[in-house]
């Protein structure tokens, strides 16, 4: 097999000029830390990688009151754990970027690599789904956004196709009196994928739950929404007959599979306690405990 | 294709050829002889193989080495005092307290742990544990790792025993 061309994009308009002359042949590679194990394993064998790491223009954390916060797609998952903004404005997303991998892959991989690799564990999916990220992305005919909901198709798979470049996460102000969590279940302490990723994120009106979104990793063929679940507590007095019966929901909004990590029994077992787990623990930050 | 690559390591220049594909961490074992760094799961779990880059612990095995050009990438060749050969804080401490034992995770340890020590010179237990949890030690030899790094950080900060 001969060695791929090796390419360097210095702006988002060069990576997408490349890409089309390229199409489907060609393979945009950021931190590498998951495309060097697709290539190692010959899972990918792309004609041409085109590398990102030099377009400086997508590496940015900013925040504005009005608009919230917008990540570059180029940023090291280890910035966005570290960013004092993300972890006091956003902490459920600087909780799940501080557990991914390992120290070495956080300073390497960055957030856009993390969605467009599309695992269905990815780590920063399920609080990003939760809180209403949207995706940013741009093509020869010009930008687009589409809601991070929208943005996976199945494993490895995203809306992106052969012609669009992701370039910034957008992330909406919290409302006061919110509250988030992130839970990852790992076989071990140190560094793994998820067997189960749970996120919550509620909205507290005195005792009330305003609204209440739970997104799940690991569980299904993308990161997904647990509407069920959700729908259950949304706008209700929260009570521990209510908790049980959105685990339950949660555990039938999920569509897991057996693999060495877990067996689809387990994931569903796992995701009642950890969903339960992960709304109280919402609940105990909005709440300011 | 072959390029021909420039990379900086240990603070010297060298002009490598190597296939677009080649890692950091084999183009520094097989081309230019950096054999302190290890190669060992070469899937990004281990932790064997990592470098500093640009001062950040990385994984070698992980990068692609035509994407390491016009980085700093620091060795565990390049550790030690280049003229006096005088050892670094950390590597004393595992020599003095048998912070290794195969040694096959030392070199990627100590990178570790020296990337920690610059950024928190006064860690805790805890801060070092979780600063190595990506370096695994199939000896199991945890305990006296973490014991070398908190002393060499008292070392370090206090300057005793630096010319023992």
């Known amino acids: 097999m001969t060695p ?24 945009f590679v950021s931190g590498g830390t998951d495309f060097l194990m697709q290539l190692k ?3 990918a064998a792309p004609e041409c990688l085109i590398c990102l790491g030099e377009i400086r223009d997508l590496d940015f954390i900013k925040y504005d009151e009005i608009n919230g916060l917008r990540i570059g797609a180029l940023t090291t998952i280890v910035n966005v754990a570290k960013a004092s903004l993300i972890q006091s404005k956003f902490s459920i997303l600087a909780q799940a ?28 999916a399920p609080p990003l789904l939760v809180l209403g990220a949207i995706a940013k992305t741009a093509g020869m005919e010009g930008e687009k956004i589409v809601p991070l909901e929208d943005f996976f ?40 994928l998820a067997v189960v990723g749970v996120a919550a994120l509620v909205v507290m009106e005195g005792e009330v739950l305003k609204d209440v979104k739970i997104a799940l990793g690991a569980v299904a063929p993308t990161p997904i929404r647990a509407k069920k679940a959700e729908e259950i507590l949304r706008g209700k007095k929260l009570d521990q007959g209510l908790l049980e019966k959105s685990g339950q929901a949660a555990s039938g909004d999920a569509r897991p599979i057996d693999d060495i990590r877990g067996s689809a029994d387990y994931r569903r077992e796992l995701l009642a306690v950890l969903t339960k787990r992960a709304i109280t623990q919402a609940i105990q930050m909005a709440e300011g405990r | 294709m072959m390029p021909e690559l420039i990379l900086e390591i240990n603070g010297a220049k060298y002009e490598v050829k190597a296939a677009t594909t080649a ?17 060992m799961c070469n899937e990004g779990e281990c932790g064997a193989c990592t470098v500093l880059i640009n001062g950040k612990p990385m994984l070698s095995c992980m990068i692609l ?25 950390i590597q004393k401490a595992f020599v003095e307290h048998s912070g290794m034992q195969c040694g096959v995770c030392t070199p990627g340890m100590i990178l570790t742990a020296k990337a920690l020590l610059d950024e928190n010179p006064d860690p805790t237990e805890e801060d070092v544990r979780r600063a190595l949890s990506g370096n695994l030690c199939r000896c199991g030899n945890y305990r006296r790792i973490t014991e070398c790094v908190l002393d060499a950080a008292e070392v370090m900060r206090t300057g005793e025993r630096d010319d023992k």
């Open chain 2, 23 to 39: 890692t950091l961490a084999e183009v520094l074992r097989e081309e230019l002889g950096f054999t302190g760094t290890k190669m």
């Open chain 1, 97 to 124: 970027a501080g557990m991914l991998g390992t120290p070495a892959i956080r300073n390497q991989a960055t957030l856009g690599g993390n969605l467009c690799n599309a695992a269905p564990s990815a780590d920063t």
């Open chain 1, 4 to 27: 791929p061309k090796y390419l360097t994009a210095r702006s988002v308009e060069e990576a997408l000029s490349l890409l089309s002359q390229y199409g489907e042949k060609a393979k």
């Open chain 1, 41 to 43: 394993r010959g899972e």
């Open chain 1, 153 to 192: 198709v199945g494993p490895g798979q995203t809306i992106l196709g052969q012609d669009r470049l992701l370039t910034e996460i957008q992330i909406p102000n919290m409302l006061p009196h919110s509250g988030g969590a992130y839970l990852k279940q790992k076989r071990r302490q140190g560094a793994d």
């Open chain 2, 65 to 89: 080495a035509i994407d390491a050009q016009n980085k700093d990438i620091l060795t565990i060749e390049g550790l030690a005092d280049p003229v006096t050969g005088r050892l670094h804080p």
